[in-house]
């Protein structure tokens, strides 16, 4: 089992196998601090958005010895008993020379869950001073910057330790060294707002979305004037530049060839990396979930041992899924075919839909069900059948980020028409723009500024490797419909069946 995306500190490091292959993170909490005041040292006071469940009361314990030597300097000010409500009534009223360090917030002290883009968006909305933090995912939106750990160098690296993996080497042989913080940077409008000097900015940093300068404004004009007298230089010249000419010509066309051939390198690494985080995500989230609820049974002082026994039931279970996805993609990569099995789409489609009932509720969306009263059976694997859909709902939540909590819709629905079977997963969202529809399958097109581009483009993919098709219709301001289509594998024979 490959572990990424996870603190070395929350690795059971004892427990691992010979099977199991770890990418973590190491955060320096002090380091971070010691960051940001150097930018803007007049800060006294840092208000601590964390949450309240055990996992965050961990890395408010882990914080507080990590920041006990700069106490001198600066007051800390711990939010983690409130609700949300309150922690931001709270950071509006921060006084002068203050800033905000936001590490996460599942949920809040009243026991209230939230989404953590959602509730970073609001806390940016009220805060009267700067945030930092440690995750890179959200600069250039809410937070003024810094060092902070990159999601695509952690992906590149598990990526890259999953292809040995693949590629036969032994899990446990392999070890990877937890990653630091990348190298600074910082957003230049945040900067420009609090009132902190580049100057101040550590060697080194990388400035994002600075106001263009002259080079910036007049690059064409100035290319342009350029190109002109280069060319009237040339034809002054005549045959004196010919040669030359055409030995810097040959050089460009190398140097084009050379990347053209990195580029596809990096699709490549870029898709399959893609793919691995997509599919295991599921699996290896659901088994930190259990294994979080069996410690804090194990804690109480009657464990209910029966419990115990089904949560340990359902890791189980979820290791091997994540093995038989290990399984599928090797036989993928070696373009062997794939043992697919007969499974009933409108069981696979409730499986989806129950496994994002939490997160369409913390997202405020109502998630309907309209499933064909009679058997879909298909040929198929049902764990990237279950991956497609999903991938298809959360991108219609996010489409619907905008749209008032109240009417926020999503339908999945199930039919069969002649020999086919068909899923639908439809939006009340902005849509999809008539000149980029066509686009929206072609691997690295997104429209989402952190979005890699591939999840629509794998999960066609997907479909395709079932002899199926995928396909998107939008109707501006209305929302879009994704639609799978997938042959039948066999004539249903329960016409009274139907799906909860």
């Known amino acids: 089992m490959l572990i990424t995306a996870v603190e070395q500190r929350r690795v059971q490091f004892s427990n691992l196998t010979e099977n199991d292959a770890v990418v973590a993170v190491k955060h320096d909490f002090r380091f971070l601090f010691e960051s940001f005041l150097r930018i803007a040292p007049e800060t006294r006071i840092v208000g601590m958005v964390n949450g309240n469940t055990p996992n965050e009361l961990f890395w408010q314990n882990e914080m507080r010895k990590e920041l006990a030597p700069l106490e001198h300097r600066i007051e800390i000010r711990w939010y983690n008993t409130l609700s949300f409500e309150e922690i931001l009534k709270q950071i509006a009223d921060l006084p002068p020379h203050s800033a905000i360090f936001w590490f996460q917030m599942i949920v809040d002290g009243a026991g209230v869950a939230h989404e953590g883009d959602q509730a970073i968006t609001r806390l940016y909305a009220s ?24 999601p695509l160098e952690l992906a590149r690296r598990a990526g890259a330790v999953a292809m040995r993996i693949l590629g036969g080497e032994k899990a446990g ?12 940077r910082y957003d230049w409008r945040e900067l420009q707002r609090w009132g902190i000097s580049a100057i101040r900015l550590p060697p080194g940093s990388e400035i994002y979305f600075r106001e263009p300068g002259m080079w910036d404004r007049y690059r064409s004009q100035i290319l342009l004037v350029a190109a002109i007298i280069l060319v009237q230089a040339g034809l002054i010249s005549g045959l004196l530049f010919q040669r030359s000419g055409r030995l810097r010509a040959e050089v460009q066309a190398r140097q084009r060839s050379a990347e053209l051939a990195h580029i596809n390198r990096v699709a490549m690494a870029g898709e399959l990396t893609a793919t691995i985080a997509h599919e295991l995500n599921q699996p290896l989230g659901a088994i930190l979930t259990n294994v979080e609820t069996a410690q804090l049974m194990v804690k109480s002082p009657a464990p209910d041992l029966r419990e115990i026994d089904e949560i340990l039931a359902d890791i189980r279970r979820d290791d091997v899924r994540a093995s038989e996805v290990i399984g599928r993609l090797r036989a993928m990569l070696k373009r062997t075919p794939l043992e697919f099995k007969d499974v009933d789409l409108n069981d696979v489609a409730d499986e989806a839909l129950q496994f994002l009932s939490a997160l369409a509720g913390a997202r405020k969306v109502d998630l309907a069900s309209s499933v064909a009263p009679t058997l879909l059976p298909v040929k198929g694997d049902a764990i990237q059948l279950q991956q497609v ?21 999503i339908k999945v629905s199930t039919a069969r028409d002649g020999n086919a079977a068909h899923l639908s997963v439809t939006d009340v969202g902005p849509g999809i723009p008539t000149d980029k529809l066509h686009k929206v399958f072609e691997p690295f097109f997104t429209t989402k500024s952190e979005g890699m581009g591939m999840g629509l ?16 219709q939008s109707d501006a301001g209305r929302g879009a419909t994704f639609r ?17």
């Open 484 to 500: 799978i289509t997938l042959p039948l594998a066999k004539q249903p024979s329960d016409p009274t069946h139907t799906a909860s």
């Open 389 to 409: 859909i999903v991938n298809l709902i959360v991108n219609a939540m996010e489409a619907m980020a905008n749209i008032p909590p109240g009417k926020r819709r």
């Open 457 to 472: 483009s794998i999960a066609r993919t997907i479909v395709e490797a079932h002899n199926g098709h995928l396909s998107a």
């Open 127 to 150: 805060a009267n001073a700067p945030i930092f933090t440690t995750d890179q995912a959200f600069f250039g939106r809410e937070i003024i910057g810094g060092p902070m750990h990159s």
């Open 173 to 184: 042989s392999i070890i990877d060294e937890p990653s630091t913080f990348a190298k600074p």
